[in-house]
């Protein structure tokens, strides 16, 4: 992990509240991981001490972006960053995904800017799988074209059925799942709100199959200092609480203890 100062290349609008942000970074590009983090200080935000995390959603050799959501304070003025500006930067954080197991179909669950580090993910596999994108409206759905150009069947639900099958994300997973043919197998990774999170556990819990799940805490230091991240983790059947900066943000499903 190190400090980074990276000038901004682009801030585009991509849908609703959604957009990328595209950094020249020379040096960190090339060793993140799909699932790790950066940790961003916001530019002329007013009294604003924490920097905020933002999964990686491309990398190359020298650019590097994150996909963001305006949810407050610090993303709303995010907004304002322009090319050319310079970017105090921390990572990369965390651990990532494990790599894909090319025996077993990849099979993602995405929700909101959830996708963002699944898509990462995808970008850095051969093997192609299914990828299942939730929201509750159509400017929810990001990253189609990016699952579709490298192969992948793509799935689509949303709450008020504006695009993709109308209701919850799992409902369009089970059904696939009900379809699958005996002896496939296949591998769960998730990123999205808790309560989708949970249920894709459960799935795999029934199911007998492997799910990684990343988690999204509120975080102050972003570097195991300061706890604010904390989940209680059963490993080896003793509950402990880990953070999720530096333990996390993945997470195997099984040893998540739900609240
Ligand atoms: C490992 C990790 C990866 C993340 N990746 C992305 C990403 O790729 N794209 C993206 O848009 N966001 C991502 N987030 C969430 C992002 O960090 C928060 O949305 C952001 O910090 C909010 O800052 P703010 O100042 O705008 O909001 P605040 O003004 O601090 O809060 C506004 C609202 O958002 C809620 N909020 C704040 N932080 C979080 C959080 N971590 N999770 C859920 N709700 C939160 C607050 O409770 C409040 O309701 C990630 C978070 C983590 C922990
Ligand atoms: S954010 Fe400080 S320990 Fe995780």
Redesign the pocket.
């Known amino acids: 992990m190190r400090i980074y100062k990276a000038r901004v290349l682009a801030n585009k609008h991509v849908s609703g509240d959604y957009r990328v942000l595209e950094f020249d970074v020379p040096g960190l590009g090339n060793i993140v991981r799909p699932g790790q983090?950066i940790h961003l200080r916001v530019p002329r935000l007013d009294g604003a001490v924490l920097r905020?995390?933002?999964?990686v959603?491309k990398s190359d050799r020298r650019k590097l972006s994150?996909?963001?959501?305006?949810?407050?304070?610090?993303?709303?003025a995010m907004k304002s960053i322009i090319k050319g500006d310079v970017i105090n930067l921390m990572g990369p954080l965390?651990n990532g995904f494990p790599v894909i197991n090319s025996g077993m179909i990849p099979v993602l669950v995405a929700g909101g800017?959830g996708v963002?580090?699944l898509a990462f993910l995808a970008s850095r596999t051969k093997t192609k799988g299914m990828v299942f994108i939730g929201g509750s409206t159509a400017s929810d759905i990001l990253c189609v074209k990016d699952f579709k150009s490298l192969g992948w069947g793509v799935r689509i639900a949303t709450e008020d059925g504006s695009v993709g099958r109308k209701g919850l994300v799992t409902k369009v997973l089970d059904e696939w799942l009900v379809k699958m043919e005996p002896g496939q197998t296949f591998e769960l990774f998730a990123c999205g709100p808790d309560g989708m999170l949970k249920a894709v556990g459960e799935r795999a819990t029934c199911l007998n199959v492997k799910a990684w799940l990343?988690l999204?805490?509120?975080?102050g230091c972003g570097v195991g200092a300061c706890l604010a991240?904390v989940q209680a983790i059963r490993r080896h059947g003793i509950v402990s609480l880990m953070r999720?900066c530096r333990e996390g943000?993945v997470f195997d499903a099984s040893e998540i203890v739900w609240e």
């Open positions: 983090f905020r995390p933002f999964s959603y994150i996909l963001y959501k305006s949810v407050g304070k610090g993303t709303h965390g800017y963002a580090p990343s999204d805490k509120h975080m991240c999720v943000p």
